[in-house]
């Protein structure tokens, strides 16, 4: 089995981007898994791409990955280096894009894989945290303990989501309970605000 989640917790840094955290995780697995098994932007098929494969007997299993930052500046003493993270935000969005790399996944494992993941890691507590207000995403919200499953639908349809092609539905096959993990980086690093990063794995079989 592939255990991602595993690898997570083996992380111990403060990425700049989602590049990075891609290059991190793909170099923790090949440590664990073999160079040669591990393979970064695999393309099950000609029309469809996810962040990392991992090989393992005769299938492939597929993970996918988001990066969300809330704004930071972080100092890494260990490179003697600091940088800034910025606030991303337009959470209603991120929230649909997640759920569309569930679906993306869910069709990979239906047409020709064991199991896969879906993996968030954010210092952005919107994510986590209950909502105490509506809003037009709430069936797409992941706070710590909701469960989703079917059809996820925006309460309200506006122009800007016709506009990105994100109007749809998104139907799900399995049903997911959000557990959010916290995330321990490095005693040498030190970051301005916003400190606390947690990360949320789901298992897509």
Do not use: C
């Amino acid at each position: 089995m592939v255990d991602v989640e595993w690898g997570v917790k083996r992380l111990d840094q403060v990425y700049h981007s989602e590049d990075h955290l891609k290059m991190a995780l793909a170099a923790e697995l090949s440590q664990m898994y073999g160079e040669k098994r591990v393979r970064l932007e695999w393309m099950p098929n000609s029309g469809m791409k996810v962040d990392i494969g991992v090989r393992r007997e005769d299938v492939t299993i597929p993970i996918e990955l988001k990066y969300k930052t809330d704004s930071t500046t972080v100092e890494d003493n260990a490179f003697d280096e600091t940088f800034t993270l910025s606030r991303q935000g337009a959470h209603d969005r991120a929230h649909y894009r997640f759920f569309e790399d569930v679906r993306r996944v869910e069709e990979i494992v239906s047409e020709q894989g064991r199991y896969g993941y879906v993996v968030l890691l954010t210092n952005d507590s919107n994510y986590w945290t209950e909502p105490q207000q509506s809003a037009l995403y709430d069936e797409f919200r992941i706070h710590e303990g909701v469960t989703r499953e079917g059809a996820l639908n925006w309460s309200e349809i506006k122009p800007w989501m016709v506009n990105g092609g994100h109007e749809a539905p998104l139907e799900l096959d399995g049903e997911y309970r959000m557990e959010w993990t916290d995330f321990d980086y490095r005693d040498d690093i030190s970051l301005s605000k916003n400190k606390r990063f947690r990360y949320l794995v789901l298992r897509i079989d």
